[in-house]
């Protein structure tokens, strides 16, 4: 069930036609190979512009620009009144910085393998393209999992005569809910299966997902294992050595701290030789040589390249999303996990006794988490109370869904269980 033939990978370190990559990496302590872990982090928000009062535990949702990525997209505005500033080598070096800078968060040796994209929904549409599957077989997900990775497996089992398998999680009032979740996943893949599409952690609640074990399954059965990381990846470690998806998608504009309408993907050697949707020029080999562009050639930059998305050079987002990534790389993303956990334990014991339901922590992420209140149907008033206590989280699902990061302290802590007391 494998997507297209592998054919070998472009030597790591190296951007294709180009050489070296790290020329374009910034020198520095977070960028020199593997991350410096912190002892422990301390609140980040005067990095942030968040206003006075409020309390935005809601990073899931949308993450607050941080002062150095709004100063890159002001400074990416400015440079366009003069595009003749704009030099051809900038098509292409802020690429690379990007792909350098996000291939050292996912530990992803090889830069090639990243590709720019503006939505999880264009990364997922480009693995499914490149599908090898037959009638009769099937597609694993999950139940309520995010609709971006649920439409386009959606399409393509009409298309093509596959079966959906949507597994079920046990009732959220069962001990071992997650454990027996993972088991029930791993029991619906099978010979047939030719797609696995999972997140890191569901996006309504929480609960992680055993990505190790599940891609090991995957692989037996020779299924493509495809993960949507954009609830976990910047805020919980992902190890593409380690989990070996053979895709990897993420929006950029939630636990990556970057802009809207940029997003990244990591694609393995089952797509060195994959279809792109788009045929644009400035994926193609020698494309740096813009007085040739009229000479035309069929074969692509090496990797994940070729999956660029059109206009992939933006001059306002990418700066943003590269100065983004730095801060994650400074503060490092177990740091960030340490510090959401040292914030968010007490928030979960307290509000375990007094009833609600939240995912056993072994099960989950410490930097999102979906509670469950004692009384069903007591949501709604509950929301009214959060938005008069100025907290901001989602409601998604059955879960009111919270989400902490450096940000967020102590106050916003004591705001949220005043606002949740029953």
Not at 146 to 154: D, I, Q
Not at 253 to 263: E, I, R, T
Not at 409 to 417: G, K, P
């Amino acid at each position: 069930m494998q997507a297209v033939v592998d054919r070998g990978a472009t030597p790591a370190g190296g951007i294709p036609g180009r050489g070296s990559v790290e020329p374009f990496v910034r020198r520095g302590a977070a960028y020199t190979g593997a991350a410096i872990r912190p002892a422990m982090l301390t609140c980040q928000k005067s990095h942030f512009a968040l206003p006075e009062g409020l309390h935005y535990l809601n990073c899931a949702y949308m993450a607050p620009l941080a002062r150095a990525v709004r100063a890159a997209g002001i400074a990416g505005i400015d440079r366009r009144v003069a595009p003749h500033l704009i030099r051809p080598r900038d098509f292409f070096e802020e690429s690379d910085l990007v792909r350098c800078l996000f291939s050292r968060i996912v530990n992803a040796p090889d830069p090639n393998r990243i590709a720019i994209v503006p939505s999880v929904s264009y990364g997922l549409a480009t693995v499914a393209r490149n599908v090898r599957a037959s009638a009769g077989d099937n597609i694993v997900v999950l139940a309520e999992q995010f609709p971006s990775n649920v439409y386009t497996w959606r399409r393509l089992c009409a298309e093509r005569g596959l079966t959906l398998r949507t597994v079920p999680p046990p009732p959220h009032q069962d001990g071992g809910r997650a454990a027996q979740w993972n088991a029930r996943v791993l029991t619906a893949i099978d010979r047939r299966t030719a797609v696995v599409a999972l997140p890191q952690v569901h996006w309504t609640d929480g609960t992680l997902f055993d990505l190790e074990r599940v891609g090991q399954r995957a692989r037996e059965c020779r299924a493509l294992f495809v993960v949507d990381g954009t609830q976990s990846v910047g805020a919980l470690p992902f190890d593409t050595q380690q989990i070996q998806p053979d895709a990897m998608v993420c929006a950029g504009y939630k636990w990556l701290l970057g802009p809207y309408s940029v997003g990244l993907a990591y694609y393995g050697r089952a797509f060195d030789d994959g279809t792109p949707l788009e045929e644009g020029w400035i994926t193609r080999r020698d494309s740096e040589a813009f007085a040739d562009l009229v000479r035309y050639r069929d074969d692509y930059h090496g990797g994940a390249i070729r999956f660029d998305v059109g206009e992939r050079s933006n001059f306002t987002l990418l700066p943003m999303l590269a100065a983004a990534l730095e801060l994650v790389l400074r503060w490092t993303v177990p740091a960030i996990q340490d510090y959401c956990r040292s914030l968010t334990t007490g928030i979960t014991q307290t509000l375990r006794a007094r009833g609600y339901w939240i995912e056993e922590d072994q099960w989950r992420g410490a930097h999102l988490f979906g509670l469950r209140p004692p009384e069903t149907g007591h949501t709604a008033s509950l929301s009214d109370r959060l938005q008069a206590r100025h907290v901001s989280v989602s409601l998604r699902g059955d879960a009111i869904r919270v989400s902490s990061h450096l940000y967020n302290d102590a106050e916003d802590a004591e705001a949220l269980l005043d606002a949740l007391a029953v």
